[in-house]
Structure formats: structure tokens, C-alpha cells
């Protein structure tokens, strides 16, 4: 249609109905939120579902990790792990395992056998949730946009709907990062090593898009850039060592 100089009423009519009642705008178009918040849902047009998402959880994720903390505080590992439980809780959503320990049992945000709830994880946890909930109905009472086009802005895994902690979520990516283990454990099959893989380059991608929007000037979260910048860091010698295991493999063709 570009190409033949047609113009699409109908798709600018939904975009203007969907970013109003997100309230990214005003009526008549003007910014109704950070520049560079909307910056990065825009750069993560890849990842749709996770950038609105995402830009709800930055006032949370701001309050929590930078007004008013310490230096020593926002370059803490414990810091940097409750960053990591906030960020995956929203861009890695992977059920686990039926069997399998859960990210919100390794957490101690649910009770587990020889485990007691932390009560600190638990809010921080359940607060996440009603922010990922409430964008969920937010996206949904958007008047005069189909089902359809309100589905493309979803999580493939949706908050709970109810004052539950939310479906079990995989724990491999948190406890890969956390550990800062060198490469993949011997029980993990090749499909499992690539899978894992192939997450932790998705939160590394992610990372750098968000970094590399919310650093701009005159941002009302650029504090949070610090925070996104280790956790890159981080991922990216992850990867390295990881790579440096699934491409050393024994040459089968030595007889």
C-alpha cells in the first residue's frame, strides 16, 4: 500500500486508539509519558508484549532500585539479583517443568519442602504481579480496538487473575545468571543447553535495548541505566562461556 501511495486509515485509527489508552498519549497527541520510556517500547517492537509491559514496571522497578539508595547499595549482587527476579518475572515467562522447582520456589516467594517463604521476595513478587495484572485489563478496556489487535500487546503467559503468585515459572535463566556458573551443568541435554541459550541472549537483547533508551538525557529513569548495564555485562560473559561448551564438543570423527 506504501508503495502504491495508499494510506491506511484504519491501522493509524487503532495506533492512535491503542497508544491514548495506554496512556503513552494526550487527545491531541502529545507525549503523556517519559520520552525515553516510550523510546524503548518502540525499540522492542520485537518484543511488543514485553516492552509495554516493561514500561508499566519502571516506576516499580525506579522507586524500588534507585530513589533514595546508596551507591553501594544499586552495585550490590543482592541488589542486581532482585533486579534480575523483577526483569525475568516479565520478559522470561516460561512455565516450568511439571516436577521441576519453580522460579517463585527458588525465590521463596511460595512456600517449598524444606523452605520457608521469604516475606520480602514474596511482596516484592506479588507487587510485580499486580502490575503486569493491571496493565493486562488496562490493554483490555480499550474501547473500540478488536480482541484481536489487544492480544498482540498481551504476555504469552498472562498475570494471575486472581491474588495468586501466577503460573510456575521456569527458574534456569535466574539460576544460571545468579550462580555465575561457568557454562552449562552435565545433566543439562543439548536441547535443554541451547533453550537456555537461547533465552539469555533474549534477556541480553533486551537489556541493551532498554539501556540504551532509558540512558538518554532528561529521562525520568536513567537512574536505572546502571542496573541494565551489569546486568548485560553479566549476560554477556554468560554467553561467552556457554558458547565456549556447546561448540567444544569431542571430535567423534577420530578413530
Known amino acids: 500500500e506504501f508503495c502504491e501511495g495508499k494510506?491506511?486509515?484504519?491501522?493509524?485509527?487503532?495506533s492512535n486508539k491503542m497508544i491514548k489508552g495506554?496512556?503513552?498519549?494526550?487527545?491531541?497527541?502529545?507525549l503523556a509519558m517519559d520520552h525515553n520510556a516510550l523510546s524503548m517500547v518502540w525499540e522492542m517492537h520485537d518484543y511488543l508484549p514485553e516492552g509495554v509491559h516493561l514500561c508499566a514496571l519502571l516506576e516499580l522497578m525506579f522507586?524500588?532500585?534507585?530513589?533514595?539508595?546508596?551507591?553501594s547499595y544499586k552495585e550490590s549482587d543482592s541488589t542486581q539479583n532482585e533486579f534480575l527476579s523483577v526483569l525475568l518475572h516479565v520478559v522470561d515467562r516460561?512455565?516450568?517443568?511439571?516436577?521441576?522447582?519453580?522460579?517463585?520456589?527458588?525465590?521463596?516467594?511460595?512456600?517449598?519442602?524444606?523452605?520457608?517463604?521469604?516475606?520480602?521476595?514474596?511482596?516484592?513478587?506479588?507487587?510485580?504481579?499486580?502490575?503486569?495484572?493491571?496493565?493486562?485489563?488496562?490493554?483490555?478496556?480499550?474501547?473500540?480496538v478488536d480482541q484481536f489487535e489487544k492480544?498482540?500487546?498481551?504476555l504469552a503467559i498472562?498475570?494471575?487473575?486472581?491474588?495468586?503468585?501466577?503460573?510456575?515459572?521456569?527458574?534456569g535463566v535466574y539460576e544460571m545468571i545468579v550462580a555465575k556458573q561457568?557454562?552449562?551443568?552435565?545433566?543439562?541435554?543439548?536441547?535443554?543447553?541451547?533453550?537456555?541459550?537461547?533465552?539469555?541472549?533474549?534477556?541480553?537483547?533486551?537489556?541493551?535495548?532498554?539501556?540504551?533508551t532509558i540512558q538518554q538525557p532528561h529521562g525520568k529513569y536513567d537512574a536505572l541505566e546502571v542496573h541494565f548495564r551489569r546486568m548485560f555485562?553479566?549476560?554477556k560473559y554468560s554467553v561467552a562461556d556457554m558458547m565456549n561448551q556447546l561448540t567444544d564438543q569431542e571430535d567423534l570423527t577420530i578413530i
Open 7 to 14: 494510506t491506511n486509515n484504519e491501522y493509524f485509527g487503532i
Open 63 to 71: 522507586n524500588r532500585f534507585c530513589f533514595g539508595k546508596t551507591k
Open 233 to 235: 555485562s553479566n549476560i
Open 94 to 144: 516460561v512455565p516450568a517443568k511439571e516436577g521441576d522447582e519453580s522460579l517463585q520456589q527458588f525465590l521463596r516467594v511460595t512456600a517449598a519442602e524444606g523452605k520457608t517463604v521469604n516475606d520480602e521476595a514474596r511482596d516484592l513478587w506479588m507487587e510485580t504481579e499486580k502490575v503486569l495484572k493491571d496493565q493486562k485489563d488496562l490493554i483490555d478496556s480499550i474501547e473500540g
Open 182 to 212: 561457568k557454562g552449562f551443568l552435565e545433566e543439562q541435554d543439548t536441547s535443554r543447553r541451547n533453550e537456555l541459550k537461547n533465552r539469555i541472549v533474549r534477556l541480553g537483547t533486551i537489556c541493551q535495548i532498554v539501556h540504551n
Open 151 to 154: 492480544d498482540k500487546l498481551h
Open 22 to 30: 495506554l496512556g503513552y498519549v494526550h487527545d491531541d497527541l502529545t
Open 158 to 171: 498472562p498475570p494471575a487473575s486472581d491474588d495468586s503468585e501466577g503460573v510456575a515459572i521456569d527458574k
